[in-house]
């Protein structure tokens, strides 16, 4: 793999919770390739936002980090997680690594000026006066697609539709030139068609700027059109990843097997939506082995005793699934994923 | 609007007054003959929409008339305001405080959520609701009179300030915990708020996060909150003001009900301010709420 912007080892997150301890994260590690896209999968509870907050240091304060690193930068890698506060608002957050958020409908300021929502943190990290920023403000609008530009500084949230509000985040998200964008299931609020063209104006300005970006969504058609790279994440560990063609071509762990088959398919006969049977594990009592297997039916005895460990299938790809295991027995992938898979390689094929 | 409000509850006032039992004649001393004449005096024997346009046009004079039994019947309008002005005085002071202190408590319990100073700001808050202001009083008028003799016991207009630190703390105790305990979840949900966390992932931390963007989000809330308090404060407190010794409307309310017989016209004069001060603070209160949250403001103005 090529230098590596980002690196997150190991983490290990509980919350604290009248309930309980709650073990959230339970041993985290995946790479952000410079200027490449890597999403995390995922269904909700498994972490993936988490794993994001703790990045940004943005986890609430009855979190505790266990362990772990969360390297940043190519060259001389700092530990986020060592980082006091401070230091990582003033130098990390907004400057190196922004983040846009789900629901734009709340995520930005209802009493306060999109203009000074967007100036606000180039003001803060950088050396520029407010008409200069204002400038660069109405500049990055205009790139986001945003029309009458100049207008529209004056707006308040609560005057612009859910699309138009995803691109003023994106916007804010913008103004330092970070090296990094967290979108954080960015579309799931959005109705399809903006949805799409949010998505399009991601990957352009992170063709434009040399952005690297994670993406967090439990959407793998979203994933199948951004990511390089992805992560599948089941009960705050991550259970595969591989390339997107790996993924999508030849998943390997019966999580994944699950999380593709359940994609609505226009091609298929079968009237039927098939979905992962049962509930993620509560993680206030961390099940025993393999946290799939109750959900698996291709679960073996060793499931229920040992976590499968990282098998290596290509360079790039690895699963955490016994099933790879020399001696587990050869199975067959259930029907209606198999001929999903083919169509899939086929329409790949044809485009 | 509001001048229809108040005719209305002029209207309402004024006929009921003359419907509930009691008169200004419920005294024992009164024979039957000096009853009947006195009512013929005071035109009470008028049919009641009679009497209602009559007072209507004394409204309309600017004057409140005179009183039917308090005072021996003098002018209402200059006790009135004198009343109205001490117990003013001692109001605001007691709003300054009440508003301060609790936006105080509130911030801090906020910003401390969940650790032991937030718990302390809640159980002050929770005792302030719990604690009629007449037992509270008895303890500062315990302490700070009796023991140690720093203030006087009881309201003296010659010396304002020492004297009306006492009654003004005991009147806005409620003030202090209510407003605290509002701040304190306004505050705690706007801390919660997607937005704040989206400043904080662009680099805003401690207080440049807080005066930017939680404070003005949370005190547009607690203005409403702030806006009934102040009426309730300004119009005095009836047990406060009988034991302190302050002459003020809540003291002058009580003499008109429970007096020498029921004095129509102070009641409703004193109705009609009561009613005012309301409407008019609710007035100040939209047209303020316009200028602090842009949502109202500008949908006002398409609409």
């Known amino acids: 793999m090529d230098e590596k912007i980002l690196s997150v080892k190991n983490l290990d997150i509980t919350f604290r919770t009248n309930a309980g301890d709650i073990h959230a994260i339970r041993g985290v590690n995946f790479d952000l390739p410079t200027g490449k896209t890597v999403a995390l999968v995922g269904e909700s509870g498994s972490g993936k936002s988490v794993t994001m907050k703790a990045v ?13 690193q969360i390297l940043y930068g190519a060259e001389n890698p700092v530990d986020l997680l060592t980082l006091p506060k401070k230091t990582l608002r003033r130098e990390i957050n907004g400057r190196q690594i922004a983040m846009v958020f789900q629901d734009p409908m709340t995520s930005l300021d209802p009493t306060m000026q999109i203009g000074d929502q967007i100036t606000e943190g180039m003001l803060l990290h950088k050396k520029i006066s407010k008409s200069d920023a204002r400038k660069k ?59 799409a063209r949010i998505l399009d104006l991601i990957k352009e ?10 993406y967090i969504t439990h959407d ?41 088959a359940a994609m609505p398919d226009l091609e298929t006969d079968d009237e039927r939506l098939y979905s992962i049977p049962g509930s993620p594990p509560n993680l206030l009592h961390e099940p025993k082995g393999d946290a799939f297997a109750a959900r698996n039916k291709f679960a073996m005895k060793i499931d229920e005793r040992e976590t499968p460990p990282m098998f290596q299938i290509s360079e790039t790809h690895f699963a955490a699934t016994w099933l790879l295991h020399p001696d587990a027995p050869k199975i067959d992938l259930p029907p209606e994923l198999k001929a999903r898979l083919l169509r899939s390689r086929k329409a790949a094929n044809y485009g | 609007m509001s001048l229809l409000t108040l005719f209305a509850i002029v209207f309402v006032l004024f006929v009921l007054i003359r419907i509930v039992p009691g008169d200004p004649f419920s005294v024992e001393r009164m024979s039957a003959e000096m009853i009947l004449q006195k009512r013929e005096e005071l035109g009470l024997n008028k049919p009641v929409l009679v009497q209602f346009v009559d007072y209507l ?107 009306a630190i006492m009654p003004a703390l005991s009147l806005s105790l409620f003030a202090v915990s209510t407003i605290a305990r509002f701040t304190r979840n306004e505050m705690v949900e706007v801390l919660n708020s997607d937005y704040v966390k989206l400043a904080e992932a662009k680099g805003l931390y401690g207080f440049e996060l807080v005066r930017r963007h939680v404070l003005r989000n949370a005190l547009i809330p607690v203005v409403t ?19 302190y010794g302050i002459n003020g409307v809540g003291k002058l309310m009580v003499d008109a009900i429970a007096g020498q017989g029921v004095d129509y016209n102070y009641v409703l004069a004193l109705g009609i301010v009561f009613s005012a001060l309301y409407i008019g603070v609710m007035l100040v209160l939209d047209i303020l709420y316009g200028i602090i949250d842009p949502r109202i403001r500008l949908t006002t103005k398409e609409g």
């Open chain 1, 220 to 260: 793998l058609g979203v994933v199948a059109k951004v990511a390089d790279f992805v992560n599948v994440m089941y009960a705050g560990k991550i259970v595969e990843v591989g390339t997107v063609e790996e993924i999508f071509y030849d998943p390997r762990h019966p999580y994944t097997w699950g999380l593709l």
């Open chain 2, 57 to 163: 046009s004394l409204l309309a004079s600017g004057s409140f008339g005179n009183g039917t039994a308090l005072y021996n019947g003098a002018p209402i309008k200059p006790i009135l305001t004198a009343c109205l002005w001490n117990s003013f005085k001692v109001g605001v002071l007691s709003i300054l405080f009440g508003t301060i202190v609790g936006l105080t408590i509130g911030i801090v319990a906020a910003l401390n959520r969940g650790k032991i100073l937030d718990g302390l700001c809640t159980l002050v808050s929770i005792l302030g609701v719990c604690i009629p202001s007449y037992v509270s009083m008895i303890f500062l008028q315990y302490f700070f009179a009796y023991k140690i003799p720093f203030f006087p016991y009881f309201f003296d207009p010659s010396n304002f300030f020492g004297s």
């Open chain 1, 137 to 195: 403000a109405v500049e990055l609008l205009k790139l986001v697609g945003i029309t009458d530009a100049r207008k529209r500084m004056e707006n308040y949230p609560h005057q612009l539709s859910g699309g138009m509000r995803q691109r003023i985040v994106i916007a804010c998200a913008l103004s330092c030139e970070p090296k990094i964008l967290v979108c954080d299931e960015p579309t799931t609020a959005l109705d399809v068609t903006i949805q």
């Open chain 1, 56 to 68: 940004t240091g943005l986890l609430d304060s009855n979190a505790i980090i266990n362990g772990g």
């Open chain 1, 205 to 214: 300005l992170q063709q434009q700027m040399g952005l690297s970006v994670i």
């Open chain 2, 225 to 243: 909150v702030i806006a009934p308090l102040v009426v309730d404060l300004l119009t005095g407190a009836m047990v406060i003001e009988k034991i």
